[in-house]
Structures are given as structure tokens and as C-alpha cells.
């Protein structure tokens, strides 16, 4: 999915390395406000939240 969207995100304009890629769960809350380490314990980056307040500071 990652490699997928990273391609598209070139396809359009940007730099892949520009975007954040968060995998999370809303049904479950998984990684949306805390991270969710029981499922995803290989990622290691910020929350749907975390990487939100980034994109609002690099304004």
C-alpha cells in the first residue's frame, strides 16, 4: 500500500518523501490519538493526530 501511494504521490507533483504515511484503524481507533504498538508495533512514526499538528506547524 505504502509503495503504491508513494508512486501516486510522484505521479501528481510531490516528492514521495514529503508525504506521511500512517497506517491506522478508525473503526478501532488504532493509531488516530495514541499509538497502537498491540497492532502495529512495527511502526514506528507518528499518529493520524501527531502527523496533523506537524502539517499545521510547517505552515
Excluded: F
Excluded at 501516486?8 to 504515511?21: N, R, S
Excluded at 491506522?24 to 502527523?51: C, E, F, K, M, R
Aim: glycine share 6%; net charge negative.
Amino acid at each position: 500500500m505504502k509503495r503504491a501511494l508513494r508512486h501516486y504521490v510522484k505521479q501528481i507533483g510531490y516528492e514521495a518523501d514529503d508525504v506521511t504515511v500512517v497506517p491506522a484503524s478508525v473503526s478501532d481507533s488504532h493509531n488516530i490519538l495514541q499509538t497502537a504498538l498491540d497492532v502495529a508495533p512495527w511502526h514506528t512514526g507518528d499518529t493520524v493526530l501527531g502527523a496533523i499538528e506537524e502539517l499545521n506547524q510547517a505552515r
